[in-house]
């Protein structure tokens, strides 16, 4: 597997953590599932968001995105994984729009503490 794949992965893992993580947690409230209260799960949900809305804001590119082009200059070669999880993850919209998308998701991020709050004393009973 090229290096830049690796990269690639790790990013979408990344955002499919930021963006799947929220209906997880609304259908967790739902069930009842302890986990979803979990603070360190909550707070990490949090700030992976947050880093991608100051990121946007400064108008600083991912350094995932950033390692990843490098690696694939170096690499020269685009493979079967790179093409389908580039379709996936990057769209062609101004950068004004998804700093919008982000600022937005993070409300809901942040609207969802309040909703589905996490508990102190869950955290060692939630994760097993």
Not at 98 to 118: D, E, H, Q, R, S
Request: with cysteine; proline share 5%; charged share 15%.
């Amino acid at each position: 597997m090229l290096l830049a794949d690796l990269v690639l992965i790790i990013h979408f893992l990344y955002v499919l953590f930021v963006v799947g993580s929220l209906p997880v947690i609304w259908l967790g409230a739902w069930l009842k599932l302890p986990f979803v209260r979990n603070r360190w799960f909550r707070y990490a949900h949090l700030a992976a968001i947050l880093f991608v809305v100051v990121e946007s804001f400064l108008g600083v590119v991912c350094p995932l995105t950033a390692w990843e082009n490098s690696l694939r200059q170096a690499e020269m070669d685009g493979s079967f994984i790179q093409r389908w999880i580039h379709e996936i993850m990057f769209y062609n919209v101004p950068e004004s729009v998804l700093t919008i998308m982000y600022v937005l998701f993070a409300g809901l991020v942040a609207v969802t503490f309040k909703w589905v709050p996490p508990k102190a004393g869950e955290n060692r009973r939630s994760l097993s």
